[in-house]
C-alpha cells in the first residue's frame, strides 16, 4: 500500500517508469504546487515492493504493509 | 514487503531541486541511512556553492556552508575539533572537480577522517549549464553548443580515479542513481563509508552519478536512458578502493 504525497511530487515519473506492476499512471488533476502526480490506479494488485519511494527524489511515497 | 517512511533527517517540505533531479535523490539516501544510523541530531552537512548547496533547505541538522570548493578545507576543522561528530560534505562536480580540486585533493591525501559525498551531474547546474570538468566529449552545454571537444577543453575528470590512487583514502566507489539496482547500491556505499567514518578509519569518498534535465535539454525520463548510454560507460560504477576489505 503505498501514500503519494501530491504536496511534494514534482511530477518526475520516476515511479510510473520503475513501478514493475505498472499500476502506476499520470492523474488527471494537479496539485497545489500545479504539477500533475501519479496515482495508484490498482490498489489491490499493489505488492509494497517499495521501488516507486526508492526511486522518488523527493520522498514523496511512503510505503506501508497495512491495508488502507 | 518493505516499509519505507520520509526520512526525519529532512524537513517536511519539497526541495529547491528542478522535477527529475536525481540530486534530490542523493540527499534522501544520505537522510535515510543518517537516520538507519540513528545520527540525525549529532550529523554536520558541509555544503558549498552550486546546486548541490540547495539541500540545507530541506535538511533538519546542522549545516555549514563553506566557500567555493572549500567544503573539505571546512570539513577538515570541524572534524577535527569535534571528532565525535558525523561530518560530510556534499558536493557537486563543478564545486569538487573544478574551484574545490585543490582542497579535495589536499583532504584526501591527508586521510581527514570525514565522508565526501560527490554528486557528478556533468554541468554547472546552478549558474545555467555551462561546460564542467566532468562535461562528457561531444555533450552540449552553453559554452561548448557544439558538443565538449578534447582537443580545446581536454578530457573528463574521473575523481574516483584519481581519488583511488593516493595513499589515505580507505573508501572510494562510484554509483549511479539512475536505476533502483544502483540506487540500493549506493545506499550500501554511503552506508558503509560513515560506519567506517565512525569507526575512526579515515577518508572516504563517494561519487553519485546525477542528471540535470533542466541544464541537459531532456526529459527527466529521457535523461536516465542518456546516463545509460553515455554517462556508465565512462564513468564506470564501481568500488575502486576498499582498504578494509583488502587487509
Known sequence: MITINSLMCKGCGYCIRFCPKHI??????????????????????CTSCGICALMCPEAAIEVSDKEA | ???????????????????GCLHALATRLVADVIDE??????????????????NLYTWKGDVIGAAHGRAPAVATGIKRCLPDRLVFTYQGDGDLAAIGLA????????????????????TYGMTGGQMAPTTLIGQKSTTTPFGRDPMTTGYPLKMCELMAVLEAPVFVARYALNSPKGVMDAKKGIRKAFELQMAGKGFTFIELLTNCPTNWGMGPIDTLEYMNTNTIPYFKPGIYKDKESEA
Open chain 1, 24 to 45: 502506476l499512471e499520470m492523474g488527471k488533476e494537479r496539485s497545489a504546487k500545479g504539477f500533475f502526480y501519479p496515482v495508484n490506479i490498482d490498489k489491490d494488485a
Open chain 2, 103 to 122: 582542497e579535495i585533493m589536499s583532504a584526501a591525501n591527508r586521510g581527514e577522517n570525514f565522508t565526501v559525498i560527490f554528486a557528478n551531474n556533468q
Open chain 2, 1 to 19: 514487503m518493505a516499509e519505507y517512511k520520509r526520512p526525519q533527517s529532512l524537513k517536511p517540505m519539497a526541495t529547491p531541486y528542478c522535477p
Open chain 2, 37 to 54: 544510523l540513528q545520527q540525525s541530531q549529532n550529523a554536520i552537512n558541509v555544503v558549498s556553492v552550486g546546486c548541490s548547496a540547495l
